[in-house]
C-alpha cells in the first residue's frame, strides 16, 4: 500500500492549486481518503474527507466552501482542489486512507499516509 501526494507548490493569496493522492497497491474506490495538513509548530489537522462506497465528502470548518475533494476511478487518484488559498493555508498536506465506512479527523484512525506536499501562500 502506497500513497504518493503531489501537487503542492507556491501561489499567491487567491490563488488556487490541485493536490493529487495517487494511489499504489490497492484499490483508491474502496476506501475513505483524508486529506490533513500541518503548518511548522503546529499539530496536524484534518482538512477534509470522503468515504469510499457513496463518496460522500466532509470538510473542516476552516474551508468555509473553497476547498473541493473528489475521486478519479480510472487514475486511482483523490484531489483537493483549493480555491482562494489564504496565507494561513500554508502547510505541509498530507493524504492517508482510512479502512472504514465512517469518517474520522483524528489522524490515528488513519491506517496508511503518504509523504507529504508543500503548500505556500505567499505574495
Known amino acids: 500500500v502506497q500513497l504518493q501526494a503531489s501537487g503542492g507548490g507556491l501561489v499567491q493569496p487567491g490563488g488556487s492549486l490541485r493536490l493529487s493522492c495517487t494511489a499504489s497497491g490497492f484499490t483508491l474506490d474502496l476506501y475513505a481518503i483524508g486529506w490533513f495538513r500541518q503548518a511548522p509548530g503546529r499539530e496536524r489537522e484534518w482538512v477534509s474527507f470522503?468515504?469510499?462506497?457513496?463518496?460522500?465528502?466532509y470538510y473542516g470548518d476552516f474551508v468555509k466552501g473553497r476547498f473541493t475533494i473528489s475521486r478519479d476511478i480510472a487514475k486511482n487518484t483523490v484531489y483537493l482542489h483549493m480555491n482562494s488559498l489564504k496565507p494561513e493555508d500554508t502547510a505541509v498536506y498530507y493524504c492517508?486512507?482510512?479502512?472504514?465506512?465512517?469518517?474520522?479527523?483524528?489522524?490515528?484512525?488513519?491506517?496508511?499516509w503518504g509523504q507529504g506536499t508543500l503548500v505556500t501562500v505567499s505574495s
Open positions: 470522503i468515504s469510499g462506497s457513496d463518496r460522500r465528502t
Open positions: 492517508a486512507v482510512r479502512y472504514s465506512l465512517t469518517i474520522a479527523t483524528f489522524p490515528h484512525k488513519y491506517n496508511d
